[in-house]
């Protein structure tokens, strides 16, 4: 196996004492184990690639949100970060530097991946490398399919320096012209215009679509020579801001979706191979500081790789994984309602399908017994199976309500286009609430049974998106309890007629109560660890930044409370430290799917794996917006073999996981545990064990 560093430290925590760790500088690391994750030779070559466009893509969005939300702060008079005494400029110059350092080992890693990929007979050609019939096949294709869609620009006093989109990308040339004069040149590469072609041959041969631009350029400037020329790619400022008293909030988000376009230059990365003087004409075009222009050596975006993954083998992907159907529901012929009544069950995706989801609204479009549909959408695709079954049922008569939320980030306008395919089918649509985002993930069905009406809940903590839900590891709980039910009555209720709910009896909902409920629950394990009583904490969350809870945690670690989390990206809190966080341990799971479920396990004055244990699953992590600024849910699991499901076999395969694991230190270096044949994966214990509700007749009678 290839050796496997650890992330670098995290330099040092962000306030006096010592005991936070900043929440970019964790994002980093956490963007630093997706990398390392290339680096593995027991990973499938195609998919140690994937890691690089996802940690790539990543650090994309990195730049455009949260470097550039320091950019805007700055911008705007502020000198150090709200409510905190850290410099604002000595946290962009520590940010930058880390990212560049990232950005430099994505390009190394990527140049090893493409060298082991040529060792196979699947090569990134370059222009030395291809023959006479090479270029005549070339010449044609690109005046065929790439040429007219180019509008080259040369630069002079009437033609100035063009726009670039976010994420745009071009090729910058310095021409000699017939008359030897200098003459500058910017060919953009338009959004829909495949990165790689593959040349016609029995062999694996494939170029990047700048070095075609390049090797044709006498098409579009006759008797010019090339003196140097380069790739570019820019990256704006992302982050959208809507005006609270806004009374049309789809003709606001339009605005904002065409602004982000055009927002404030963050970050270009440029060709090595361009003159200095062109790089400072870049920088005084876009008013870029040097700190964000980065030279670069080789290939200029790495995201577009993800392209090239079409050209790999199968072999040389992780072996496809055939979803299971939980047998439950086949046990009662496909009827998901009958399922539920006779007893709740929870679906582990993406081990068990998500058709499940997709069935569950599917027969309520086309029963004749139900009277209403409601549903959130946070993300998912236009042409999503979601989606149809909400149309057929408003256009079966029933009463549709969906709840959707477009202030999801780079899903907005995806969201508003689907708000209107929706509505045009006779869909009630509501955008939620301006000041908070939805990020519940909820469905709750009405049906009329033997005179009586019924309702069946789904709660989840991923999205309604049938493609990520065989990536992203989620839980899916379904039930008939009508206390359950009534409360995703009540914040249906709420998100439509924006009165604040009052009185649940199951769930705890964000922005109003789940904060507290986490104080108390910590609190009441603090009391018990003081009283000789079992007490314990176990967490699996996205991310830990929450200072209150942070506190907490470290209070009730110095009462003598054992804490296991397991935070897969950003973690403010710092554990092992003495006296402060002596029984706390963190762990960072990272493999073929990414983690996404949030479950939160209180003893509860009772030992782990024990029926007084309190077991929760979310759609919210313990970050502030999580807490205060969105609408979330926390679900209490209380059905004997739900709950069971969940501690016995998610929790603790998670916990005993030492093949993904990834173990913070008191430093913010992030180790991962040394290979062995011993070594425990989840990830592959989950795809090979049925989960323990979803196994109907076929689970053993004791």
Known sequence: MSNIPPTNPLIKPDDENGSFFNRELSWLAFNERVLANSFDSRIPLAERLRFITIAANNLDEFYMVRLAGLYQLRIRGFTTLPEQNTSI????????????????????????????????????????????????????????????????????????????????????????????????????????????????????????????????????????????????RLLRDSEIEIDDEADDLILQFETALRARRRGNAVNLT?????????????????????????????????????????????????TPYRARFPQRILDFKGDCFAAIRNKDIIIHHPYESFDVVLRFLEQAALDPQVLTIRQTLYRTSIDSPIVKALVTAAENGKTVSALIEIKARFDEENNIQLARVLERAGVQIAYGLVNKKIHAKLSLITRREAGQLMSYAHYGTGNYHPVTAKSYTDLSYFTANPEICRDAWRIFNYLTSHIEPENFEKVVLSPFSSAKW????????????????????????????????????????????????????????????????????????????????????????????????????????????????????????????????????????????????????????????????????????????PSLSGLGSLAVPD
């Open 270 to 318: 440029i060709s090595d191979s361009l003159s200095k003087e062109v790089i400072a004409f870049f920088s005084n075009q876009l008013h870029l500081k040097s700190t964000q222009i980065t030279i670069s050596p080789g290939y200029i975006g790495i995201t577009d790789f993800s392209g090239f993954l079409d050209f790999l083998k199968q072999s040389m992907f992780f």
């Open 89 to 232: 400029d000595d946290l962009i110059s520590k940010i930058t530097e880390r990212a560049k350092q990232l950005e430099v080992r994505q390009l190394k890693q990527l140049n090893s991946i493409l060298d082991e990929c040529s060792n196979v007979g699947i090569f990134l050609t370059q222009e030395e490398d291809l023959s006479s019939q090479d270029i005549k096949w070339l010449k044609n294709w690109y005046e065929v399919n790439i040429l007219p869609l180019l509008a080259p620009t040369t630069l002079d006093p009437s033609h100035p320096f063009p726009f670039i989109q976010n994420s745009g990308k071009g090729v910058f040339f310095e021409l000699y012209s017939a008359t030897s004069d200098i003459v500058n040149s910017v060919i953009l590469i338009p959004e829909n215009v495949q990165r790689f072609i593959k040349l016609p041959d029995n062999g694996i041969r494939v170029l990047c679509i700048e070095t075609v631009i390049k090797i044709f350029i006498n098409i579009i400037y006759p008797n010019h020579k090339i003196k140097s020329c380069g790739m570019f």
């Open 518 to 689: 986490f104080l108390e629950h910590i609190e009441s394990e603090i009391k018990a660890a003081k009283d000789g009583r079992p007490s314990g904490i176990w967490m699996k969350t996205n991310a830990l930044v929450d200072k209150d809870i942070i506190d907490k945690l470290y209070e009730a670690s110095q009462a003598g409370v054992k804490i296991q989390l397991i935070v897969r990206g950003i973690c403010c809190l710092r554990p092992k430290v003495k006296g402060l966080s002596d029984n706390i341990t963190v762990k960072s799971i990272i493999g073929r799917f990414l983690e996404h479920s949030r479950v939160y396990v209180f003893a509860n004055g009772g030992k782990f794996l024990s029926d007084k244990n309190i077991v929760i699953m979310a759609s919210g992590d313990l970050m502030p917006r999580n807490l205060y600024q969105r609408v979330e849910t926390f679900i209490p699991l209380e059905n004997e073999t739900v709950r069971a499901q969940v501690l016995e076999q998610v929790m603790l395969a998670l916990l005993k996981d030492t093949s993904n694991c990834w173990e913070l230190q008191s430093d913010g270096t992030y180790i991962k545990q040394k290979y062995s044949e011993n070594n425990f994966s989840s990830h592959t214990y989950f795809m090979n064990n």
